[in-house]
């Protein structure tokens, strides 16, 4: 048996062998190469260039933001070739790089060229959106996202692909700055200048709502911006022009003044149809009754809107019959229809002054027939003031009891006044009814009997009453008598002899009789007099003593009459 030798390779001729195997593939580091994918693990992508050993990239860097990887095995790839059989016998792969490399290539030259580029943000940050553009991060300023419209929330533009346009490129620093809104003046600009060629005063052209102020609302036009003034989007009076117009809503404009110089445009939306004022309808004439609604109330009145068409006015005067009326939102409510009666029609101002009480009768034409005086009502208080109280008497008339009405003694009037509150019950009396200047007098005091009219009842005027002095000044004396009643004697009717008018004569807590002369109405007192009791005793003496015969006088005749009386 023939014995074979078997020649074993050296490490030297095995790594010859491999080398001759490779020598027509050399792969050089820093480039970019094809490779295929042998193997997926976990996250990991191997990749095999052809090398001596394969290299192994993480999953993530195949992915683009907002989407999901989608590979097999088999499928072709660039990748970037960081290091060939490194010292752990590894080859160091990069997809992110070739990824990279390619796109700054294309960039630069869309760059360069002025090209529109396609990005999708993937990310809010401050100041702005994080873009991707085909694996190269680029950074997209708040500023440059749109030149129409302010968008509100940037959210609504994650993951969606936008045309963009390069402002800046730094490959050194890996900065790209891009830019929305030079595509978006550039269209502008186009369309701007075609707008200008067409725009005449007197055209109608479409836009969108592009701002909403207080007095008025901005038009997009295409290219250029126009103000739609608040008076001229309806022929009615609104309050704001967001009543009308919505924020990004199409509509149609008509072009009534172009300033050329300042490339100024003012719009008409009311314009477009005719104004109702030039043809009033049948149904709007004085004196005619139409259902109409209530677009605003203020502290004047209210304004109405009459067939959507036209603009009214109801002044607070004619909202009721009351001689002071509430504010009108008490009468009235915002869209509120109501009846009212046409009273005038302003058509240079166009504008119509309406009433709401003449569609009622007047209730003070027929109050005679309800009240009369010296009635008596229950009734409740709707308002104070300083001189009095008002309470209700009619649905829309109030009537007013004076402070002074509320109590006989005057000085407990105020005090009763303070006491009262708006809604309390009351019982009033009528004590006069002025139809001509619709007022209501009324009285609470008068609902009991006045105790001075009492006390005159009991003791008429020339009666001798007798009271207790309770205030001694030189002018006059104060004295008091049944019921809190009061009366005066001055010091002129102390005595008819001047001698003894003399206030000193009386003492405090004295009783004395004097005569009624007068009421002092306005002090509610009574004026009360001692000489008229001698002047009285004096004509009586006479009268049955005395004769122009006798030659007696006057002194003798009252001295013999004292005495019998003592």
């Not at 590894?90 to 070739?98: G, P, V, W």
């Not at 479409?206 to 309806?234: C, P, Q, R, W």
């Not at 719009?267 to 004196?287: A, E």
Request: proline share 2%; aromatic share 6%.
């Amino acid at each position: 048996m023939e014995n074979k030798s078997v020649n074993k390779l050296s490490n030297e001729e095995y790594e010859a062998l491999i080398a001759q195997n490779f020598k027509d593939t050399i792969i050089k580091e820093k480039t970019i190469v094809s490779g295929k994918v042998v193997s997926i693990e976990n996250d990991l992508i191997t990749i095999d260039i052809g090398s001596k050993s394969e290299g192994r990239i993480p999953l993530s860097e195949f992915t683009r933001p907002g989407q999901k990887p989608e590979m097999k095995i088999g499928d072709m790839y660039d990748v970037f070739v960081e290091n060939v059989d490194n010292s752990n016998g590894e080859t160091i792969l990069s997809r992110e790089k070739a990824v990279k490399q390619q796109s700054w290539n294309k960039l630069q030259d869309s760059f360069e060229n002025n090209k529109v580029v396609t990005g999708i943000p993937f990310n809010r940050v401050k100041g702005g959106m994080s873009v991707d553009l085909d694996g190269v991060i680029a950074f997209l300023p708040g500023s440059q996202i749109d030149t129409r419209q302010i968008i509100k929330d940037t959210k609504e533009l994650l993951n969606k692909p936008l045309d963009l346009m390069i402002l800046k490129m730094d490959k050194f620093r890996g900065n790209i700055v891009v830019s929305r809104k030079a595509i978006s003046d550039a269209e502008l600009k186009e369309q701007r200048e075609e707008l200008l060629s067409t725009i005449k005063e007197g055209s109608i052209v479409e836009g969108k709502v592009k701002n909403i102020t207080d007095y008025g609302a901005f038009i997009d036009l295409g290219g250029m911006d126009g103000l739609v003034h608040i008076t001229d989007i309806s022929w009615t009076k609104i309050n704001s022009p967001s009543e009308i117009l919505n924020l990004g809503e199409n509509i149609k404009v008509k072009i009534l003044k172009f300033d050329e110089e300042l490339s100024r445009l003012s719009l008409g939306i009311k314009q477009l149809t005719d104004d109702p004022w030039d043809s009033l309808d049948k149904t709007i004439s004085i004196n005619n009754v139409i259902e109409a609604k209530v677009n605003s109330i203020n502290d004047t009145g209210a304004n109405l809107l009459i067939d959507e068409k036209y603009d009214a006015v109801v002044n607070i005067n004619e909202m009721t019959w009351l001689k002071k009326p509430p504010h009108p939102s008490k009468l009235v409510s915002i869209d509120e229809k109501i009846n009212v009666k046409i009273i005038d029609i302003d058509n240079e101002k166009k504008k119509i002054s309406c009433s709401l009480k003449q569609t009622k009768s007047n209730p003070w034409d027929k109050l005679n027939e309800t009240f009369k005086i010296n009635d008596i009502l229950e009734t409740e208080i709707v308002n104070i003031v300083d001189f009095g109280i008002f309470v209700k008497v009619h649905e829309e008339i109030d009537g007013m009891v004076h402070v002074s009405d509320l109590n006989w003694d005057e000085k407990k009037c105020q005090s009763m006044l303070e006491q009262f509150k708006k809604g309390d019950k009351v019982n009033v009396k009528i004590l006069e009814i002025n139809i001509e200047k619709e007022r209501i007098s009324l009285g609470i005091k008068q609902l009991e009997s006045d105790p001075i009219q009492e006390f005159l009842e009991k003791y008429p005027l020339k009666s001798m009453v007798t009271g207790k002095i309770t205030e001694i000044n030189e002018k006059f004396l104060t004295l008091s008598f049944e019921n809190n009643i009061t009366g005066t004697i001055k010091k002129s009717n102390l005595a008819k002899d001047k001698n003894d008018q003399k206030s000193e004569r009386f003492a405090l807590d004295e009783q004395i009789d004097s005569i009624i002369i007068s009421v002092d109405q306005k002090s509610r007192t009574l004026n009360l007099s001692i000489k008229e009791i001698e002047i009285k005793d004096e004509k009586e003496a006479l009268s049955k003593y005395g004769s122009s015969d006798s030659g007696a006088s006057l002194g003798e005749i009252l001295g013999s009459v004292l005495k019998k009386k003592e």
